[in-house]
């Protein structure tokens, strides 16, 4: 008899412990009561369930022992409004799944749905039930996969690498070849571009990906400090390379104004009875213009011996300007041939001076199709802000005009307007403040391209468009 007795005990002990373990109705199916035949097995969102979203999905789920629910005999109402009707509802002979459409969304705070089914017998069975919209208890985004620390770890990992290889290839050359830094970069001098362009990129990237894993570890920041700290990198990245780039451009046309008055003033050296080698002699004791420098180390090399063609052509090779370059050639040939060779330089100091005249005047005249582009900006600016400004107060949208006075997505019968909610401001500020930065960039481009050929030249356009628009909306919405 003991063992009976230890034998129920432990069958009791086993039932209880498999109804332990079996799970509860969760909130997002909960079981309902049935009513005679027609049985509705659950529902969701829960009865009186929270949920975080406004635009949940409502399903249910039930069936008939006696007959079919048929398509026209499920009939669903959520807060007074019939979506049977609606785009999007699924409905089956066991099943009903209600998207719940932007249009119209759930109202923060408790829900009432109503669930009809009737079979093809006649029988019947409502089912209601309620829940709550509680938005602020949304979840929070998840963490990026990668975190910002990871990735700058991995960047030191790889420059740690890189640096090491390079120290055993320099000491390789050292060892086989005598390598020096200070022979290499007598002969290789370090070019403009690493300094002005690849240099600020890294540190602009660098800087980026500090900043970005600051901003996104500390709370309660102002919304548009992501947006200060992308700014902020593009100035770090483009502004040498742009203020370089203009200081190119302004070198560029200095030159080829003082090398068209060298020549105005060799041809009239060459007509006193100089030939072009001490004219150019004669010509660096009195120069004062960005040339002098040029003429001087000419000069040494004339006296030195080498021929004239030889060293206009050395003389003009650092001179960012292809124009120069071009009739120094032009020169040097015909010096090299023979014949009247102060006409021909005097025709090219000419056509030189033509040309810079041309440039200056061309220039002079682009200013007011740039301001144009400058006010077609500010124009854009104040529509966005106007925008901004009125978005608050749109009101309702009355769509009854589209069904002739009732929604068109409700049911028959239905003849209340829907109203759709006022537009938020919310997402708007920052879609616009993002439209004009990249706008700024791309206007920037533009005007770079049309007065001077190139984008770059534009670049300086861009940051100053890209400050304004910072400074704009950090005062009109920040």
């Known amino acids: 008899m003991g063992r009976v007795d230890s034998l129920v005990f432990s069958l009791v002990l086993l039932s209880l412990l498999a109804l332990a373990c079996i799970p509860s109705p969760s909130s997002g199916a909960a079981s309902v009561p049935a009513a005679g035949p027609i049985t509705v097995t659950s529902v969701s969102p829960g009865p009186n369930s929270t949920i975080s979203t406004t635009l949940p999905t409502i399903t249910a789920t039930f069936s008939d022992s006696n007959s079919t629910i048929p398509y026209g005999g499920v009939d669903l109402v959520v807060n007074g409004r019939d979506v049977s009707g609606f785009q999007g509802v699924a409905i089956t002979p066991t099943s009903l799944v209600y998207p719940v459409q932007s249009l119209f969304p759930l109202t923060e705070g408790p829900n009432n749905v109503t669930l009809t089914l009737t079979d093809n017998v006649n029988d019947s069975y409502q089912y209601t039930w309620n829940f709550t919209v509680n938005t602020s208890l949304a979840p929070a985004p998840p963490a990026p996969p990668i975190r910002f620390q990871t990735l700058l770890l991995y960047m030191g990992v790889g420059a740690t690498v890189a640096a090491a290889g390079f120290g055993c290839w320099i000491f390789y050359l050292k060892q086989t070849t005598r390598f020096a830094f200070r022979k290499y970069f007598v002969t290789h001098p370090v070019q403009r571009s690493y300094l002005v362009l690849y240099v600020p990129a890294v540190a602009a990237f660098v800087f980026l990906l500090l900043a970005l894993d600051w901003v996104t570890s500390t709370p309660n920041l102002p919304f548009l400090t992501i947006y200060y700290v992308v700014v902020v990198a593009i100035f770090v990245g483009i502004t040498p390379f742009a203020i370089d780039a203009r200081r190119l451009l302004s070198s560029t046309r200095s030159y080829e ?28 004791k009195t120069s004062s213009n960005v040339l002098r420098r040029n003429l001087r180390i000419a000069a040494d090399a004339i006296r030195m011996g080498r021929a004239f063609d030889t060293v206009l ?10 124009l120069i370059r071009r009739y120094a050639a032009l020169i040097a040939d015909a010096s090299g041939v023979g014949g009247e060779t102060a006409m021909v330089v005097y025709r090219a100091a000419k056509d030189m001076d033509d040309f810079v005249k041309i440039e200056e005047e061309r220039e002079a005249q682009l200013t007011l199709p740039v301001a144009v582009i400058y006010i077609a900006y500010a124009v854009l600016m104040a529509v966005l802000f106007a925008l901004l400004y009125i978005s608050p107060t749109l009101g309702s949208l009355n769509i009854t005009f589209l069904g002739g006075g009732g929604n068109p997505l409700a049911a028959a019968g239905t003849t209340s307007a829907s109203p759709v909610p006022k537009l938020t401001t919310s997402g708007l500020d920052i879609s616009f403040l993002q439209l004009m930065l990249i706008n700024s960039l791309g206007t920037g481009a533009i005007i770079g391209a049309f007065t001077e050929g190139k984008s770059r030249y534009g670049l300086l356009h861009s940051l100053g468009m890209v400050a304004a628009t910072i400074i704009a909306f950090t005062i009109f919405i920040g």
């Open 257 to 284: 104004r003082a090398f068209a008055q060298f020549l105005f003033e060799m041809a009239d050296a060459m007509r006193g009875g100089l030939d072009p080698a001490k004219a150019i002699v004669e010509l660096s």
């Open 313 to 322: 052509r050395d003389m003009v090779k650092p001179i960012p300007s292809s």
